[in-house]
C-alpha cells in the first residue's frame, strides 16, 4: 500500500511504500539510513545489508542526493523518540537516479546562488517548512473570515486606476483603451462588492514598482484585501486583532513541526492574544524621537523606525491616526481633528513591522472628490468610485495584509523574498 509520510503512524508494524527523494544518506557497508522526504514529510528508511537482498542493497548504495525512489517496507516507531516513525527497509525502486551532483549541497550556499536555484532551492526542509506555514496561514484566512460574514470576492489585476498612489505602478498598453495598470491591492473593488454582499475578501497577488530594495519589499507580492459595510474605525482594528490571533493559533496548531525545523522560538508567538497594544502616530513619534530617531513630526514611518519601535514590544502595535498627508486619498478623516486619518497600521513584534494597513474610508462624495483633485489622480477614472458615494453610501472599513510579511514575521524569516515561492525583486525576475 502507498502511504504518505504525513499519515505513516497509523501503520506501525504494516508494510507500506512511500514514494519521494532521497534528502540526505549516511550509513557504512553494513547499512544505510535514507533520509527520505515526500512532500508531506521526512522519514528515515533503514537497509540492513544482511536482511534485503544484495540487489536492493546495492540500490541503497547507489541512490544519489535527490534522486526519486519508492521504498517499501515495514513501519516502526522510533526507539527513542515520540511520533518518530521509521521504515525498515524491504525493497527499493529507484524512479530516477540523478547522475549529476545535486547543485545544493549541505555547505553554506550565498543568498545570490540559492536564489538562482530557487527552483531547487524549495526542496530544502528550511524552504518546505516556510510554504507549508505559508498555506496554513491562508487556510486560517478563509476560516476566520467565512465565519464572521465575509465572502471572497476576486478583484481585477488589470486596472485603469491607481489604488495606492502612481508613483509606484506597472504599466502597459492596453489595446485601443490606453494604459492599464497592474493592481497595487483590490481594496476600491471589494469596496463596490461591499453593496452587494455586506462584507468581503479578495487575495491574490499585487504589484508595485517598489523601487526600495529592503528585506520587506517584493515587486509582486499576496494581499488580502477585506472589507465591511456599516464597520468603523474601532471595530476595523477588532477583526484584525481576531484575525491575526486566529492565523497564530492555527499555525501553532498545526505546524510545530515546521517551526522547530525553522529554529523559531515559540514563545513570543504564545503571546499573540488580544488587546494588542494601540499608539497614536503622534505617540510613535514622540517615542521613536526618545530612542534616538530623528523623524518628523508628519513623516510616515520608515524601515528603521518600525524596526528599533517593534524591537521593544511582544505584541502587535496598532499605530493609528497618520497625517492624513502621507497616507492614501480614500482614508476618512478623523472629525475631532482633521489633519489625521481614521486609519491604523499594525505593526508585528520582534522588529518585524508593517504587516497590515488600514482605514475607514470616506464617504461622503463631495469630500472624495475634493481628495481625488488634491491628490492630483484623474477624477474620469474615479467614476465608478464615486458612484459608490451616490448610491446608498454608508460608513465603511477595511485593511490589507501582506502575505509574505506575515509568513516572514510568523516563521522567524530574514528576508521576505524566502516567503514567496518565486519572488520578484527589482533586479530579479528568475527563476
Ligand atoms: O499598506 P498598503 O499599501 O495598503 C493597501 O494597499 C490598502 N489598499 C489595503 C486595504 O486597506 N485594503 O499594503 C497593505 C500591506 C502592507 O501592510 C504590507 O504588509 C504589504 O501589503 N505590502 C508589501 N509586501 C511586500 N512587498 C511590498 N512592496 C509591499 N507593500 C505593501
Ligand atoms: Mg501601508
Known amino acids: 500500500m502507498i502511504v504518505s509520510i504525513s499519515r505513516i503512524g497509523q501503520y506501525v508494524d504494516k508494510e507500506v511504500t512511500v514514494r519521494g527523494w532521497m534528502y540526505n544518506k549516511r550509513g557504512s557497508g553494513k547499512i544505510h539510513f535514507l533520509q ?15 536482511q534485503v537482498s544484495d540487489e536492493v542493497f546495492e540500490k541503497g548504495e547507489k541512490l544519489t542526493m535527490e534522486s526519486a525512489l519508492a521504498v517499501t517496507g515495514t513501519v516502526t516507531k522510533h526507539p527513542k523518540f515520540e511520533d518518530v516513525y521509521e521504515l525498515q527497509v524491504k525493497d527499493i525502486e529507484i524512479i530516477y537516479l540523478n547522475t549529476e551532483e545535486y547543485p545544493i549541497s549541505k555547505k553554506d550556499h550565498g543568498p545570490d546562488f540559492l536564489l538562482n536555484n530557487r527552483h531547487l532551492w524549495l526542496r530544502s526542509s528550511k524552504q518546505w517548512a516556510i ?18 460574514d465575509f465572502i471572497k470576492i476576486d478583484s481585477p489585476i488589470l486596472t485603469p486606476n491607481a489604488c495606492e498612489g502612481t508613483t509606484e505602478l506597472f504599466e502597459m498598453d492596453y489595446f485601443d483603451e490606453g494604459k492599464a495598470y497592474l493592481s497595487q491591492s483590490g481594496q476600491l473593488y471589494i469596496e ?42 474601532e471595530e476595523n482594528m477588532k477583526i484584525q486583532e481576531g484575525l491575526v490571533t486566529f492565523i497564530v493559533e492555527k499555525v501553532l496548531e498545526k505546524n510545530l513541526k515546521e517551526l522547530e525545523i525553522l529554529e523559531r522560538d515559540i514563545e513570543p508567538l504564545k503571546k499573540i492574544k488580544p488587546p494588542f497594544i494601540r499608539k497614536t502616530h503622534a505617540e510613535v513619534i514622540k517615542e521613536l524621537r526618545e530612542m534616538g530617531s530623528d523623524i518628523g513630526e ?17 505584541k502587535p502595535i496598532f499605530v493609528e491616526k497618520y497625517p492624513a498627508e502621507v497616507k492614501a486619498f480614500y482614508m476618512k478623516r478623523d472629525p475631532e481633528n482633521p489633519k489625521v486619518a481614521l486609519c491604523a497600521d499594525l505593526l508585528a513584534p520582534e522588529g518585524y513591522g508593517e504587516v497590515i494597513g488600514g482605514s475607514q474610508r470616506e464617504d461622503n462624495y463631495d469630500v472624495l472628490v475634493a481628495r481625488i483633485k488634491e491628490h492630483n489622480l484623474p477624477i474620469e477614472a474615479f467614476s465608478w468610485y464615486l458612484d459608490l458615494r451616490k448610491f446608498g453610501s454608508v460608513p465603511h472599513s477595511g485593511f490589507g495584509y501582506g502575505l509574505e510579511r506575515l509568513t516572514a514575521w510568523i516563521c522567524g524569516a530574514k528576508h521576505i523574498r524566502e516567503t514567496i515561492p518565486f519572488p520578484r525583486m527589482i533586479s530579479r525576475l528568475t527563476p
Not at 131 to 148: D, P
Not at 221 to 227: K, R, S
Request: aromatic share 10%; hydrophobic share 40%.
Open 298 to 314: 508628519n513623516d510616515d514611518l520608515g524601515a528603521d523606525d518600525e524596526t528599533i519601535l517593534t524591537q521593544k514590544y511582544d
Open 36 to 50: 527520505l522526504r515526500d512532500g508531506t514529510g521526512m522519514i528515515q528508511a533503514i537497509a540492513v545489508k544482511d
Open 131 to 148: 510554504q507549508r506555514v505559508r498555506n496554513t496561514i491562508i487556510n486560517a484566512t478563509y476560516e476566520y473570515l467565512n465565519n464572521n
Open 192 to 233: 463596490a462588492a461591499i453593496y452587494s454582499v455586506g462584507r468581503c475578501f479578495d487575495f491574490g497577488p499585487v504589484f508595485r514598482a517598489e523601487k526600495s530594495k529592503t528585506r520587506r519589499h517584493l515587486t509582486e507580492f499576496w494581499m488580502m484585501d477585506a472589507e465591511a459595510a456599516f464597520v468603523e474605525h
